[in-house]
């Protein structure tokens, strides 16, 4: 069966750089979140997309902006990226009227 | 604003025993979803079970039950017959559904002793 694909899988970029995560939910799945994993620590919930419009937002800095685009796949992009930003990003998607979410494997992000 | 806790950091369990992780939640809703997600060392999040609340039935998922209790707001997974491969960190979660962000909580860290 067809998963969430995040790309790229590792990413290293240096304090104050932008960086661009990406993410195709599930074939036919509406919803897009994306959640945040920092060393040791539980996902945090981070913003949501319903048929391309944010719905659900959660502790996204102002730094950070997403979209979901005609195709449902979506996009997160991270500004003036600090060491603290170093994490691991997972998108997530769920079909119409469905409660499960599924997750991507995740996207390591580094920081230096 | 929705809690989740897991009151055990790590639980340890022999090979072929049956182990219980414990969740407990608050919310005011009536409607929500309950979940088990198992993240092992390659960090991939898996589900285990899900529960809806207005099923008073306890979701099953072959060695995986749940013993739901709504009205104490409690979520518990036991695992039976552990395998090796069910060591890793297990994550409860919680959401009111539609597209709201899942609620975690800190994760137990289940360790299986062969």
């Known amino acids: 069966a067809a998963g969430v694909i995040q790309s790229p899988r590792h990413l290293i970029k240096e304090k104050r750089e932008t960086a661009t995560l990406k993410c195709y939910p599930i074939p036919r799945h509406d919803t897009v979140y994306w959640y945040q994993q920092g060393p040791g620590q539980d996902p945090q919930f981070l913003i949501s997309?319903?048929?391309?419009?944010?719905?659900d937002k959660g502790s996204i800095p102002d730094r950070f902006s997403a979209q979901q685009f005609s195709d449902y796949h979506s996009e997160l992009n991270m500004s003036s990226l600090e060491l603290g930003d170093s994490a691991l990003y997972f998108c997530?998607?769920?079909?119409?009227?469905?409660?499960?979410?599924?997750f991507g494997p995740g996207t390591r992000l580094t920081v230096t | 604003a929705q809690t989740v806790t897991q009151s055990q950091p790590e639980m340890s369990v022999q090979e072929a025993e049956t182990v219980t992780l414990s969740c407990t939640y608050d919310t005011s809703e009536s409607d929500y979803y309950l979940f088990w997600y198992k993240q092992p060392p390659s960090r991939q999040m898996i589900l285990v079970i899900r529960q809806e609340a207005y099923k008073q039935q306890n979701a099953t998922e072959n060695r995986f039950s749940v013993n739901f209790q709504k009205a104490a707001k409690s979520f518990s997974l036991k695992i039976s017959d552990s395998q090796l491969g069910d060591a890793a960190m297990y994550f409860c979660a919680y959401t009111r559904g539609g597209a709201d962000g899942l609620t975690f909580g800190k994760g137990t860290h289940l360790i299986i002793q062969p």
């Open positions: 997309f319903y048929e391309k419009m944010q719905s």
């Open positions: 997530a998607s769920s079909p119409p009227r469905g409660g499960t979410r599924y």
